[in-house]
């Protein structure tokens, strides 16, 4: 219980690795803060079974593209358990299409999910932490944060824009007690990938279950997904005193994707 008596507020946490990350901090004791879309009976079964490992939970509707909500979202978490100690900016979307193709709509949603919600929820947060003297700023980037795949302009343009945003953070909040880290993905098989799974798997006329070893063996030299378990494991790691001079970093876990 290394996490008790921290806050922990995970943008995105109804479903996929955030949900992973929320339950591997509860593991440790900390409070969180959820949040995310999804059906309101879900989601209050996330929160409870969340509760039931005995920590406070509360849940934030709020939509990360939008400043206001952001600000809300971190009160919720100062109005709720008096701090915000821990803060994952793990909420993201997808958008597949050749940059020629792609709506101008759709690049402005995946920016403003993917990368500007970091810096909002980030500028909400960061002040909370420095008047504490303690904070861990985890931002979920990608593989897509560290090399490039076709058709993904947006997805990865924002993936290491999150890289840029979180070394900055690292040298600004250098001395306050804070540390700032990206974590990189390889492919996890989260709803996100499964909806990709399947567009390609109808295109392609082939099953959903062939396209995933297609996906690994065109990307992952493990040929095995990571799960969101481990996800959290690792955030759990860049919380814990041992990484307190850990900052700035972006820490790939993709079974070997951007080793190649
Ligand atoms: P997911 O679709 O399972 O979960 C995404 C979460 O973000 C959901 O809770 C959703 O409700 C939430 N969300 C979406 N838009 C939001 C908004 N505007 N405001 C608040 N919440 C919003 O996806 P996932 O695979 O778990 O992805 C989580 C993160 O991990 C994303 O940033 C993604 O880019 C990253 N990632 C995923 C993989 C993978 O293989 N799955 C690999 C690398 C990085």
New binding site residues.
Partial sequence: MALKGKVALV?????????GIAEALADEGADIVM????DPAQIETVRADLAARGVRVVYSP????KPA?CEAMVKLAHDSFGSLDILVN?????YVSDIADFPAEQWDRVI???LS?AFHAMHFAIPGMKAKGWGRIIN?????GLVASPQKAA?VAA?HGIIGLTKVAALELANDGITTNSI??????????QKQLEDRAAKEGTSVEAMAQEFLKEKQPMLQ??T?KEIGGLAVFLCSDNAKTITGTSMSIDGGWVAE
């Avoid at 709020?62 to 593209?65: E, H, P, Q, T, V």
């Avoid at 979920?140 to 897509?144: K, N, T």
């Avoid at 990189?184 to 990938?193: F, I, S, Y």
């Fill in positions: 943008t995105g946490s109804t479903s996929g690795i955030g949900l949040n995310g879309f999804g709020a939509d990360i593209s909500d793990n909420a993201g979307v997808q403003a999910i993917n919600g979920i980037s990608s593989a897509h997805y993936k990189c993905p390889g492919w996890v098989l989260t709803p996100l990938v997904f990571s969101a």
